[in-house]
């Protein structure tokens, strides 16, 4: 079984900061990428960032500069620092890992549950 938890959601007001953070556990052989979705009421899910276990980080346009997406391999755990935050940020927020259970097994992608962020005054 492998989980992913989110936590480090809530309310903030315009221009302020918050960071997520999200821990993968259960039986895991390897994580390759690491990523940030979010989803605001009545508009698709959509990629915030991306961080490979080698190689540069990927971010969607309209959070370039005032996010920042980081991961810790030993914990498992990837961030996101979000600064600046605007009220269009308002969104549950998720994390994915895409992983694998056993050193041959396929290369699956795990969610966590989601966490609410909140920009507003």
């Known amino acids: 079984q492998v989980q992913l938890v989110e936590s480090g959601g809530g309310l903030v007001q315009p221009g302020g900061s918050l960071r997520l953070s999200c821990a993968a556990s259960g039986s895991i052989f390897s994580i390759n990428a690491m990523g940030w979705y979010r989803q605001a009421p009545g508009k698709q899910r959509e990629l915030v960032a991306v961080?490979?276990?080698?190689?540069?980080?990927n971010y969607t346009d309209s959070i370039k500069g005032r996010f920042t997406i980081a991961r810790d391999n030993a914990k498992n755990t990837v961030y996101l620092q979000m600064n600046d935050l605007k009220p269009e940020d308002t969104a549950v927020y998720y994390c994915?890992?895409?992983?694998?259970?056993?050193?041959?097994?396929?290369?699956?992608?795990?969610w966590g549950q989601g966490t609410q962020v909140t920009v507003s005054s």
């Open positions: 994915t890992a895409d992983l694998r259970v056993l050193r041959f097994s396929r290369l699956r992608t795990y």
């Open positions: 961080i490979p276990s080698g190689g540069s980080t």
